[in-house]
């Protein structure tokens, strides 16, 4: 009966994601009607496939046969699904027609099909970011109820599932649309809510500034709001909550890796050169859209040095002042709280920006690092805003896990991480005595760490990539590991323990 109820769900589901992209083949007279059975029965096939795995189970772990499905072992069908993402997001970025989008008239196919939750939304037809838009909302949704079935009886992770539902329904998706119908003239910034840097990497660029200070006293606020965040909100939080706050309690691309993701987390690697390989390409990401940003205020002072209250030299001294009093600051007050990997970045690009603007500072030309400034924007948003947080961040879930682009690429994760490790009260505290080295923390870290070399040691967990998802202190059976607030001194506590062959036998 169970198998019964669970393929019928399944096929009750596979019904409604076919019929959805039936749209790019055929034409659609009624779309409202077309549409609402199409998201009905994935609706329905979700929680009737919801309720077959988890309906009838108690609260507490329930990973069982995990190993043995082949969407979550890298078999054929996840294969398939990661294909089928994959080719999704190209055709999102950069091959937009094939979906049915026309920029120079009216869209067809499966754009064309969301045209009236549009209209109804932003007053407009829809585009393929409206149609992706919905799509990455409504998979939130969906796979956050089949979340919050599964862990039941674990308050973290309800309320954190239902916050980034929250977040990433409110201010992501319905707010933004809704502003856009409201106030139809007003520049984009207005109806954009991710208004901080560098999760907005565009913030600071030269037509996201000009409409921002062109914009009046809500341009102003937004422009004056966004800096807060980035100075003064997010350290704050970060330091009461750790990075937590936003990577697992807000952020739209951990949502979906904490709810659609969340069959494929196991897959992340905890070997030691993909921990080594991710701190090296996460730091070297974060160096590129510090000198992106650079670049783009350079050009926005060069092009509009009547719109700022500063010249490019004094934008060029600031910037140097303030490396050097960043890395003073890191190498004499907490030089041990570092790995060398984030020594030897800070120092690249102190020492890099430092003598090269220095000199670019009095050359007059559009180019920083000798290389032309909107080539760095173009370079970042392809290579790293498109192409490494969509297509391999999500396409990729079913083979490299679910938190590819937040290990590897995410800027804001970055930052948020070196705050973590040197000034956060946040930590993960165990209980090495009661830990029976069963591996489940480790094995479901999406993060990759190996949560279990920790707790047998009795050590607390203090990492710049911990998003403090708690999914380690939910799935280990004996209440070893527990997310905590404390004090800063003796956080990180790496005092040896006693392990196996490693006790000294007194006779």
Sequence with gaps: MFSIKRQGSIGLGLLGLTLLFFALIIPIENKTAYLGISFLLLTLGGL???NAIYGNTL???????????????????GWILGMFLTAFYIAIYWFPEVLGYNEQGVSTGLVALFDPLSYLLNGNAATQWFLYGTLYTFAIILFGIKFIWKYWGNR?????????????FCFAFFIPEILSKLNPDTPYFAKDLKNMWPLNYYFLDQWHLKNMLNGGNLGLFFLVFGLVMIFIISPILTYRYGKRWYCSWVCGCGALAETAGDPFRQLSSKKLSVWKFERWMIHAVLVFVVVTTIAAMWSFLTDNPELSFM??????SGVVI??????LTLFFWNKNGLEKDAKYTLISLGTILTLILSIQSFSGQYTILFIDAYSFQKWYGFGIGAAFSGV?????YPFLGSRVWCRFGCPMAAILGLQQRLFSR????????????????????EM???????AQRGENIVRSSCVGCGICASVCPRGVLKLENGELEGRINTTAYPLGNNMEVNP
Excluded: E, P
């Design 48 to 50: 009737f496939y919801f």
């Design 59 to 77: 609260a507490g772990i329930k990973n069982d046969g995990v190993w043995f499905n082949a969407l979550s072992t890298r078999g054929i069908s």
């Design 156 to 168: 973290y992770q309800l309320f954190r599932t239902l916050s980034v539902i929250f977040f990433q």
């Design 311 to 316: 010249t490019r030299g004094q934008f060029i």
């Design 322 to 327: 303030v490396l050097i009093i960043l890395m």
């Design 392 to 396: 391999l961040g999500v396409g990729f």
């Design 426 to 445: 946040f930590r993960i505290t165990t209980n090495g005595g009661q830990c029976i080295s069963c591996g489940n923390c480790s094995t479901y870290c």
């Design 448 to 454: 990759g760490i190996d949560v279990r070399a920790y």
